[in-house]
């Protein structure tokens, strides 16, 4: 069974990079076929699709945000890392994990979250 | 605003039964029959109910269904608990250009 868990700042300032990661358990990111997207989800709002990574290390992005996403991973760690440069305040948000399984288009697991307010 | 459409909200009360809409289009629920639908319990973690359309993961409960009509995809939720109040995101996969869209989520009250 895998299960995630992200870890970031609870807080950033406007116009900062926030980076977040995605740790991965359970299964290792280096021998299975499977990708891991990053979703957030204001508060009160709707979930957003911000950004995948493949098995095979392809990446994609939210076609409205992808200037500012870049996604990756690290096999050594077993973790995904999503930055996001020049936060404003309309990125508050709970940023969350999901594993797609591959040749599956659904998230089959989630991590609970990480609350990112940004704020001066 | 999100790029499926769902109602902001529904009611039933328990033992019924009730039917939540995602419309989409043609460039995603229409071409693409990989629906998903997600229960999310305040302060939770989405929960996957229904992938592919109407397949449903182990341990959901068969009370849970879903089907496709063209640009529109439906989940239905027969002999309505009290535990099914929460709200409900579809999902649908769009191609290799935009990927994933979200539905902007269904309120359940069970009254």
């Known amino acids: 069974q895998v299960t995630l868990k992200e870890s970031g700042p609870v807080l950033v300032k406007p116009t900062e990079t926030l980076t977040l990661t995605c740790g991965v358990s359970?299964?290792?990111?280096?021998?299975?076929?499977?990708?891991v997207s990053w979703i957030r989800q204001p508060p009160g709002k709707a979930l957003e699709w911000l950004a995948h990574?493949?098995?095979?290390?392809?990446?994609s992005y939210s076609t409205s945000l992808k200037s500012r996403l870049t996604i990756s991973k690290d096999t050594s760690k077993n973790q995904v890392v999503l930055t996001v440069t020049n936060m404003g305040p309309v990125d508050t948000a709970t940023y969350s994990c999901?594993?797609?399984?591959?040749?599956?288009?659904?998230?089959?697991?989630w991590g609970q979250g990480t609350l990112v307010t940004v704020s001066s | 605003q999100s790029a499926l459409t769902q109602p902001a909200s529904v009611s039933g009360s328990p033992g019924q039964s009730i039917t939540i809409s995602c419309t989409g289009t043609?460039?995603?629920?229409?071409?693409?029959?990989?629906v998903s639908w997600y229960q999310q319990h305040p302060g939770k973690a989405p929960k996957l109910i229904i992938f592919?359309?109407?397949q449903r993961p182990s341990g959901v409960s068969t009370r849970f269904s879903g089907s496709k009509s063209g640009n529109t995809a439906s989940l239905t939720i027969s002999g309505l608990q009290a535990e099914d109040e929460a709200d409900y995101y579809c999902?649908?996969?769009?191609?290799?250009?935009?990927?994933?869209?979200f539905g902007g989520g269904t309120k359940l009250t069970v009254l």
């Open positions: 999901a594993v797609i399984w591959f040749g599956k288009f659904h998230f089959d697991s």
């Open positions: 359970g299964f290792s990111l280096s021998n299975t076929a499977m990708g």
């Open positions: 990574i493949f098995s095979n290390d392809e990446k």
């Open positions: 043609s460039s995603d629920i229409g071409t693409y029959n990989l």
């Open positions: 592919g359309g109407s």
């Open positions: 999902c649908s996969y769009a191609g290799p250009t935009t990927y994933w869209v």
